[in-house]
T-cell receptor, first 111, second 117 residues
Framework: DAKTTQPNSMESNEEEPVHLPCNHS???????IHWYRQLPSQGPEYVIH???SNVNNRMASLAIAEDRKSSTLILHRATLRDAAVYYC????????????FGKGTTLSVSS | DARVTQTPRHKVTEMGQEVTMRCQPI?????VFWYRQTMMQGLELLAY????????DSGMPKDRFSAEMPDATLATLKIQPSEPRDSAVYFC???????????????FGSGTRLTVV
């Protein structure tokens, strides 16, 4: 499986935008970029996913570099409830394989 | 919102006992996953099923773990005999995934916290 690299931790202030980076230089043409987050004492939660184009939903935006070797998850206005571990994962859409989680980025949000 | 339901939420058992964890996936989802989470190892994939058929169980210790889907509404993960190193949170997830079609997100349950003493 192609791997991703994320910072171990990031900090943000409430109501400010947060940009969570992810590097995936060995991404293949059929790999989708998935983001999940895990709040304390809960199961992981789907955030967003994309292939080539930028994606928006009610939770976040996903910006994908033109060469697809990196992506950024954007939380437009962080709240205290966004404090969580954020996982960037590549999944082979053609093979239909499972998600393999790495260590993710622990996001802290201060008021 | 549709949910993945896992039971029990917590389980404390003695070493050597059999443990069975259950998962009710979201109706209509064709793929079910079992993950285990510990502080040391993070989230590990144990096994997954598509249309109730096992696709990959290479992450499971074969001698003591078994996973089944007796029907579309129930997935089970069994440990026999249990050991203290099996203590972890076990998550079930489901999704509707197609090979060649990309696929969307998975929905995770709240997990079963297992403690083996």
């Amino acid at each position: 499986d192609a791997k991703t690299t994320q910072p171990n931790s990031m900090e943000s202030n409430e109501e400010e935008p947060v940009h969570l980076p992810c590097n995936h230089s060995t991404i293949s043409g059929t790999d989708y970029i998935h983001w999940y987050r895990q709040l304390p004492s809960q199961g992981p939660e789907y955030v967003i996913h994309g292939l080539t184009s930028n994606v928006n939903n009610r939770m976040a935006s996903l910006a994908i570099a033109e060469d697809r070797k990196s992506s950024t998850l954007i939380l437009h206005r962080a709240t205290l409830r966004d404090a969580a571990v954020y996982y960037c994962i590549l999944r082979d859409g053609q093979a239909g394989t499972a998600l393999i989680f790495g260590k993710g980025t622990t996001l802290s949000v201060s008021s | 919102d549709a949910r993945v339901t896992q039971t029990p939420r917590h389980k404390v058992t003695e070493m050597g006992q059999e443990v069975t964890m259950r998962c009710q996936p979201i109706l209509g989802h064709n793929t079910v996953f079992w993950y285990r989470q510990t502080m040391m190892q993070g989230l590990e994939l144990l096994a997954y099923f598509r249309n109730r058929a096992p696709l990959d169980d290479s992450g499971m210790p074969k001698d003591r773990f078994s996973a089944e889907m007796p029907d579309a509404t129930l997935a089970t993960l069994k440990i026999q005999p249990s050991e203290p190193r099996d203590s972890a949170v076990y998550f079930c997830a489901s999704g509707f995934l197609l090979t060649g079609g990309g696929g969307g997100g998975y929905t995770f349950g709240s997990g079963t916290r297992l403690t083996v003493v």
